[in-house]
């Protein structure tokens, strides 16, 4: 895999706030709630964004069967990560915390008990994220989220990093 920093931009595009380009939304945790097309309402994304401080593992599909294409937002209220997967994984977009960026050699190491270099987050249930993927300004994470939301694309106001074969 070949890897590349994407920095934040000043500058954010306006877009249409009403606008929604997710076609599934699929909660991973209870009551393991699952949205498609029409179901997915200005009501439902409100509740989305309104409960990503208090704690969320959520996959947001751009494809309507939820094979490909997802963004998945993990956050405990004190950390959140942002991924996508695209491409069947040949592409992958992960929430960059250039103040960890001293930690990524260890990251690959895989020693899930440091705490100095994991959150407490984990994806998909079972994989620890690592500090350098996840953010602490959580209202920017929503800001992030919602982005992806309305235009199904990665928000310019935070850095990312772009894994890809």
């Not at 179901?39 to 494809?63: C, H, M, R, W």
């Not at 990560?81 to 695209?86: C, L, S």
């Not at 310019?156 to 074969?165: S, V």
Request: net charge negative; aromatic share 16%.
């Amino acid at each position: 895999m070949k890897s590349q920093m994407i920095p934040k931009q000043a500058y954010i595009p306006p877009f249409d706030s009403q606008a929604i380009k997710v076609q599934h939304i699929e909660y991973f945790d209870p009551p393991y709630q699952e949205y498609h097309g029409e179901k997915i309402t200005e009501q439902v994304i409100a509740e989305v964004l309104k409960k990503i401080p208090s704690g969320i593992n959520i996959y947001l599909f751009l494809d309507p069967c939820g094979e490909d294409n997802w963004l998945e937002v993990n956050c405990d209220g004190k950390w959140i990560a942002i991924w996508f997967w695209g491409d069947l994984g040949e592409n992958t977009y992960f929430s960059y915390n250039p103040a960890f960026v001293d930690t990524a050699g260890q990251v690959s190491k895989m020693d899930f008990s440091d705490k100095s270099i994991y959150t407490d987050l984990k994806s998909g249930g079972q994989s620890p994220i690592a500090k350098i993927h996840a953010l602490t300004d959580i209202e920017t994470g929503i800001k992030a989220v919602e982005y992806f939301i309305r235009t199904g694309a990665f928000y310019p106001g935070i850095d990312w990093l772009h894994e890809y074969i």
